[in-house]
């Protein structure tokens, strides 16, 4: 399989648990509980991109992004998901998601492409994911669904030095359609789009949790 990512890419996501690239306009958009929320205006869009900074306890990196992977764990916390499974479309390898939207708005859905790549940094082990969505990949429009064209999300994760886990993310998402983008950037504040999967790590126990949805997973498909 061919590379999807340039090597750059995933180094320009770790750099950024060392120095955070701020400069250019970000600004901080709100800091609780240990984790910071920057953004940066989209003139053409109207819309923001943001970065997550942050560390989560109780869970090591390598699991994060074993769980993060993990398509059947996202429709397990998350309710807006409708559709969400990754296959082949003519030769392929991409990943559709439809997501949920609230009457009388259209559901969207996303074509996207991920890689995960485990790297040793002088020592440091450093798990990066990254992905954006894939126009060029066969996969035919829904009608009634609007196609989400233009996404992107970089996830880098290394141990905190304890048992928890230093976090960088990466996020842009323009969900297209007659919303207004006032109302786009209110949702993502109040439903925490850019940050939601800072929520599938609730807690001490999610070893636990992961491996028992595995485990009844693997029970109904037999």
């Known amino acids: 399989m061919s590379l999807q990512f340039r090597d750059e890419e995933f180094q ?42 942050g560390a989560l306890g109780g869970c090591t990196p390598e699991l994060c992004a074993d769980v993060y992977m993990d398509l059947m764990y996202r429709k397990h916390w998350d309710g807006y998901v409708k559709e969400l499974y990754e296959k082949d479309f003519g030769g392929q390898t991409a990943i559709y998601w439809e997501v949920k939207y609230p009457f009388p708005l ?30 060029e990949t066969a996969c035919a429009e829904k009608k009634g669904v609007l196609r989400v064209k233009d996404y992107k999300q ?40 850019p940050w939601s999967y800072m929520g599938m790590f609730p807690h001490e126990g999610l070893q636990e949790k992961w491996e028992e949805l595995n485990t009844l997973s693997k029970t109904e498909k037999t």
């Open 154 to 193: 970089s996830v880098a994760m290394e141990s905190d030095g304890a048992s928890g886990t230093k976090v960088f993310l990466n996020y842009f998402d323009n969900p297209g359609g007659m919303i207004p983008t006032w109302l786009v950037n209110w949702a993502a504040k109040v439903s925490c789009w």
């Open 106 to 135: 259209s559901n969207r859905d996303y074509v996207y492409i991920r890689e995960r790549r485990d790297l040793d940094v002088d020592g440091r082990k450093i798990w990066v994911i990254l992905a954006r969505s894939s126009a």
């Open 12 to 53: 320009r996501a770790w750099k950024e648990l060392d120095e955070p690239q701020l400069d250019g306009g970000w600004e901080l958009f709100t800091e609780t509980m240990g984790v910071q929320i920057h953004r940066l205006y989209d003139k053409e869009t109207g819309l923001y991109e943001y970065k997550v900074f």
